[in-house]
Structures are given as C-alpha cells and as structure tokens.
C-alpha cells in the first residue's frame, strides 16, 4: 500500500507500507519526502565536498566517493540523500540535483554516490566530464526520511532497479 499526503505546505510525503509474507498481520511503514527542493525535513545548510575517488562500475555507472572537510562526522542514515548545487545554470532551483547515498554510514565525514549517466542529464554530464579527484561540490543534506525504523525485528527484503 502507498499512501500519498501533504506533510505541509512545502512538502508532500509518501508512506509505504511493508508487508510481512510470512505473517501477513505484520506490517510497517518507511516514509519517503517527495519534494526535495523545499522539502521542510531537509538540511538548509551548504557544504563542500571535495571528490575523493571516482571509479566506472559500468559502462554507464561511476561510484564517487566524497569527503566533507568542514564536518568531523557527516551524520546520516541509509535511504537518505544529498542535493548538490552545480555550475549547470544561472537559476539556482535549476542547478539542483539530488542524489541517493550509496554507502552506509561508517562515523567519517566520508559518502558514496553511485550515479549512472544520462546523456541529456546537466547534472550527470556536469559530473561526469567536468570533475575530477580533487575537484570541489557544494551541498546540502543528507535529507529524506525514506529510511528503516531504528528497530527492526524481521528480515525484509528491498527489490529495486538502477541507482538512487
């Protein structure tokens, strides 16, 4: 089941409900903010992050490791993202774009993005053919709430496609 409602006026959340198979009786929610441009659940504050690794998983796929010098720890929890702001366009709401953590938090000030290519992506272009180990990325988050409750007492199993 998935329930869609306005959290307020900045932000529409969706809440999915999962289902035990083997006893149909149990269920639980993960929530998941749909508006991540004004989404009132996400970090307002601006980071730098400077690229620590870029590596081809694929032929369309690059994992990006990133570092926040700023932050002795960067706190966040699976399920969570991040939204950079990059150099594609003079309207700041057009340079946003948000990607989903790919590494679990480990108490660094380190994340993963795994982002596969979208020829007509600015975003992924941007990240692709214009940075490089050492190049520098503004950001802000981690934000969403498309995460697992803190305590889980049965064995659940996610299936999805591509990244983010």
């Known amino acids: 089941m998935i329930y869609v409602r306005k959290r307020d006026d900045n932000c529409l959340y969706m809440k999915i409900m999962i289902v ?19 989404c009132s659940m996400a970090s307002e504050t601006w980071y730098t992050a400077r690229i ?9 796929t690059k994992r990006f490791y990133f570092r926040v ?3 002795p720890v960067f706190h966040f929890k699976p399920g969570q993202f991040v939204t ?6 003079e309207k700041k709401n057009r340079r946003w774009r948000s990607y989903s ?17 979208n020829p007509q992506g600015l975003g992924t272009n ?9 190049s520098s990325v503004t950001f802000k988050g981690p934000a969403g709430v498309f995460t697992l409750p803190e305590k889980l007492d049965i ?10």
């Open 101 to 117: 953590i790919a590494s679990a938090p480990n108490g660094s000030n380190e994340f993963e993005l795994v982002i596969s290519s």
């Open 155 to 164: 064995d659940i199993c996610f299936v999805a496609t591509g990244t983010g």
């Open 84 to 89: 950079f702001d990059l150099p594609i366009h």
């Open 69 to 71: 010098p700023g932050l």
């Open 126 to 134: 941007y990240l692709w053919k214009k940075t490089q180990v050492g």
């Open 20 to 38: 035990n198979i083997q006893y149909p009786g149990e269920a639980f929610f993960v929530n998941c903010c749909l508006n991540t441009q004004i």
């Open 52 to 60: 620590t690794g870029i590596f081809d998983e694929t032929e369309n």
